[in-house]
């Protein structure tokens, strides 16, 4: 099945620098949706982007879907933005029909002190 | 808009038991996955639900049974259960067959077996 790495594992930060989240896949795929786990295990999604550039605020993402990559960017880091950051991609069948199964990776653990 | 829905919110059960653990999907949306996620790492796809079927089942054995309702609903079971079971559950769901593949999750339910 198709394989998916997240760098770094571990980031700590101070409340206003910049960080970059990279997720590679090892095949196509027709999802990729970056999450943030909050305390609580709520999976709250961040962005829909099986390719091309969004922006959501502080939050920005890329991906290089020929390239298998794809790249999260925090731009002036807060407390609250501390937590586990999820890639997860999802990749049609033998029979063309995608009905759903997210492989994720094992996520970044995001530290922001003040 | 209601979100995705997940009941009950913590669990304790002894080893060797049954447990049921019930989802609604996001309004509008007729495809329910179930995930498991052990302490420390990325959640793994169980099983998915379309139609009331079963379409795709990830590397889990035959105690993990599920159930689609008439109203897209969904249930998961997990007989005769092992302390390795502990674990939140989490439910994602989707629309199928209109070529975006953007999923949702509830809030999960924390599973302990003792």
């Known amino acids: 099945g198709i394989q998916v790495e997240q760098s770094p594992p571990d980031l700590i930060l101070q409340e206003g620098a910049n960080s970059t989240l990279r997720c590679n896949f090892s095949?196509?795929?027709?999802?990729l949706q970056w999450f943030h786990q909050n305390p609580w295990g709520q999976l709250i999604n961040l962005f829909y982007?099986?390719?091309g550039t969004k922006q959501n605020g502080r939050l920005s993402a890329t991906t290089v879907a020929t390239e298998r990559y794809s790249l999260l960017y925090i731009s002036s880091s807060q407390t609250t933005d501390s937590g586990v950051y999820f890639c997860?991609?999802?990749?049609?069948?033998?029979?063309?029909?995608?009905?759903?199964?997210?492989?994720f990776g094992q996520g970044t653990i995001l530290t922001v002190h003040p | 808009d209601a979100g995705v829905t997940q009941s009950p919110t913590h669990l304790i059960k002894t080893r060797g038991q049954q447990v049921t653990l019930r989802c609604s999907p996001k309004?509008?949306?007729?495809?329910v996955s179930w995930y498991q996620q052990a302490l420390g790492q990325g959640p793994q796809f169980i099983f998915q639900?379309?139609?009331?079927?079963?379409?795709q089942r990830g590397n889990f054995p035959d105690r993990f049974s599920g159930h689609q309702f008439p109203n897209y609903s969904s249930e998961l079971n997990v007989n005769a259960l092992l302390l390795g079971d502990s674990a939140l559950y989490l439910c994602a769901s989707r629309l199928l067959g209109d070529g975006y593949y953007e999923q949702y999750f509830g809030p999960g339910t924390r599973l302990t077996v003792t």
């Open positions: 997860a991609v999802g990749s049609a069948n033998a029979g063309g029909t995608s009905y759903g199964k997210l492989t």
């Open positions: 095949d196509s795929v027709n999802n």
């Open positions: 639900y379309y139609e009331e079927e079963e379409r």
């Open positions: 309004s509008g949306h007729d495809t």
């Open positions: 982007i099986p390719s």
